[in-house]
């Protein structure tokens, strides 16, 4: 009855969200891995001191990539500049910044054949950690519909029906973490 289907479709619809968040986070992931393109979002992790506060670089600063190969950081108070300097040298990402006063621009270099290989390595890893993390929201779908069939709260057929719709929605994310996966390697491998 209505109950069954109120049920079943909260599983569904929790499981979609959750699901939903492991592509969103493999994305987020995926903008801070570098490639030999100049994105802001590989300063997403830089945080500096301003007015006593640790802020984002871009909440101090307006980030543009004029070219390709280059990122610009104009702080809106150039008292700052040396700091998102220093922020940049000791991050990891290997960035060599070039401060003239009001404006640092970052060359990002092209990455090497090594290099690149190894990014798609990780990029690779990242898909598949996320596709862990969906087969495992799969299964904890799947262990309460489980526990619904055997308080009889609903019928095989029920049971059935839904395990099928749970298999169809894991396969949908699954795609859709492969899909960001080749976006993401395409990128690497764009030299």
């Not at 489980?146 to 949908?172: P, Y």
């Amino acid at each position: 009855g209505k109950r069954i289907i109120i049920m079943i479709n909260e599983i569904m619809e929790e499981m979609n969200e959750k699901m939903e968040k492991a592509v969103t986070n493999l994305v987020k992931d995926y903008a801070r891995v570098r490639t030999g393109r100049a994105s802001i979002s590989l300063l997403d992790g830089i945080k500096v001191t301003s007015y006593g506060a640790l802020m984002p670089v871009n909440q101090v600063a307006s980030l543009t990539t004029p070219e390709n190969r280059l990122i610009t950081i104009k702080p809106w108070d150039t008292n700052i500049i040396g700091e998102i300097e220093k922020a940049i040298l000791k991050s990891d990402l290997g960035l060599n910044p070039q401060n003239d006063g009001k404006i640092i621009r970052i060359s990002i270099p092209p990455l090497t054949e090594e290099r690149r290989k190894e990014i798609g390595k990780l990029a690779k890893k990242m898909a598949e950690d996320y596709k862990v993390s969906i087969r495992n929201i799969r299964r904890d779908s799947l262990e309460t519909l489980k526990s619904f069939k055997k308080d009889k709260e609903i019928s095989e057929d029920d049971f059935f029906k839904g395990q099928d719709d749970v298999q169809k929605v894991t396969d949908t994310f699954i795609k859709k973490v492969e899909a960001e996966a080749i976006i993401k390697e395409e990128e690497i491998m764009t030299i």
